[in-house]
């Protein structure tokens, strides 16, 4: 007799310690960040994006908060999206190309992280294969104190500046 499960996964919730991985990369894949030792000295968000330089992304979700007067205060702001290193150095550039506002544009090549909050999902038919759901994390004291997830992992609402900085 087979017995199958109707419970939800378990996303990533209030509570949550930033997971240790230190599989993450900056601008080479020489430059490893583990985002749970970044937390430990300061707070802020993490934002998750399906992907650098589709359309939402690129026109809404990171501009949003590029653009968002109360960015200076969030604290440390970290892009994160399964992509290569050198693919968010290209994004981050052509979204920052001053680098003026401190958002650091973060690869999860793997998806080890994404899949550490249980925020992947299937994208091989547009995107070749796993990527993030679109996400934001206010992140106070190494641990999640609020989650800003899209209900149907893509869209772009809860997850937007004006939502989640206020």
């Known amino acids: 007799m087979r017995t199958f ?3 939800p996964r378990a996303l990533v919730k209030v509570g949550d310690e ?4 230190d599989g993450l990369m900056e601008n080479s894949p020489g430059f490893k960040v583990n985002l749970a030792e970044e937390f430990k000295s ?6 998750g994006v399906p992907g650098a330089f589709t359309g939402t992304c690129s026109s809404v979700h990171v501009p949003s908060y590029i653009n968002h ?29 001053a680098g003026e506002t401190g958002i650091r544009f973060i690869a999860d090549p793997s998806a080890e992280f994404t899949k550490a909050l249980e925020l992947e999902f299937d994208g091989s038919a547009v995107f070749g294969g796993l990527r993030s ?20 992992g893509t869209g772009a609402n809860v997850s937007l500046a004006e939502k989640v900085l206020g």
């Open 69 to 97: 007067p109360g960015l200076k205060k969030a604290g440390q702001v970290f892009v994160v999206s399964v992509n290569d290193p050198f693919v968010m150095k290209a994004w981050a550039e052509q979204l920052d190309p």
């Open 5 to 7: 499960h109707s419970t």
């Open 18 to 21: 930033v997971p240790s991985f």
């Open 42 to 47: 300061s707070n802020g968000y993490i934002v």
């Open 133 to 152: 759901k679109r996400y934001a994390l206010k992140i106070e004291d190494g641990k999640v104190k609020e989650t800003f997830i899209e209900p149907d």
